[in-house]
């Protein structure tokens, strides 16, 4: 076992020179802007006379208002060609 000259913390003993910690710290990393995305799930009320004409209604009424919605889950990403833009 050893110690990080730097700032004293406990080191792994593969670690060589200052501990991780201190070699992020010095080498000033940048910061990126990462565009993200996810989807919501929920449920709206629609009067119709049979299920598709229902299904039809969501697809073109543009004013239907967003229900309550929970998080997919798993569907947390990251836009690559939106994010390269951003940087
Ligand atoms: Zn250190």
């Given at each position: 076992?050893?110690?990080?000259?730097?700032?004293?913390?406990?080191?792994?003993?593969?670690?060589?020179?200052?501990?991780?910690a201190?070699?992020?710290?010095?080498?000033?990393?940048?910061?990126?802007?990462?565009?993200?995305?996810?989807?919501?799930?929920g449920?709206?009320?629609?009067?119709?006379?049979?299920?598709?004409?229902?299904?039809?209604?969501?697809?073109?009424?543009?004013?239907?208002?967003?229900?309550?919605?929970?998080?997919?889950?798993?569907?947390f990403?990251?836009?690559?060609?939106?994010?390269?833009?951003?940087?």
């Amino acid at each position: 076992m050893s110690h990080c000259p730097k700032c004293k913390s406990i080191m792994d003993d593969f670690e060589i020179g200052i501990c991780n910690a201190c070699k992020r710290e010095r080498r000033k990393q940048k910061e990126f802007n990462i565009a993200v995305s996810w989807e919501e799930c929920g449920i709206v009320k629609i009067k119709a006379d049979s299920l598709e004409e229902a299904l039809q209604i969501v697809e073109e009424d543009q004013s239907i208002r967003l229900p309550e919605s929970s998080y997919v889950d798993g569907s947390f990403r990251a836009d690559y060609e939106v994010s390269e833009s951003l940087n």
